[in-house]
């Protein structure tokens, strides 16, 4: 159920098999390479897919920028989404200022394709402005496109 105030939705239907979109959101080596919109890029992370296993990234932008997002998983469905979020870090410690929760779901949409979603859920509605401002539906839709590309190739 989505929440119009609180919450931000990207849908798509990718021209990749639903497998191969998961692979590239559950292999670290494969989600470094389409997670961020370019010329941003991901240079390290680290996950274990398992509820309270760590989703940890770290952007790097082209002016030198580097930010390290530390979260959790929440739920973990092999080929059909996960939950993750960054009110908690690894160890399950609370975050200092939790930003959202991610919900990606992935299904069948024949022919070899997907249906996506990438649900971003937020604690109050000012935070959901501010990640629309930030280039929610221009940055996740790159990074979509990205995925869709990179998960052509395998």
Not at 128 to 154: I, K, P
């Amino acid at each position: 159920m989505i929440d119009a105030a609180n919450d931000l939705l990207l849908t798509r239907v990718l021209n990749a098999p639903r497998q191969k979109i998961w692979r590239c959101w559950s292999e670290p080596d494969l989600l470094k390479q389409w997670f961020c919109p370019r010329p941003w890029y991901v240079s390290d992370v680290r996950m274990e897919l398992r509820p309270g296993g760590p989703f940890v990234t770290v952007l790097n932008g082209p002016e030198g920028e580097s930010f390290e997002n530390k979260g959790v998983f929440l739920e973990i469905v092999p080929e059909e989404g996960l939950v993750f979020t960054d009110a908690f870090e690894p160890g399950w410690r609370p975050a200092g200022k939790p930003f959202f929760v991610g919900r990606i779901t992935m299904a069948d949409a024949g022919e070899g394709r997907t249906d996506y979603q990438a649900l971003a859920m937020h604690w109050t509605a000012e935070s959901r402005d501010e990640h629309e401002e930030m280039g929610f539906y221009s940055g996740w839709g790159l990074a979509a496109d990205q995925l869709e590309a990179l998960a052509q190739t395998l």
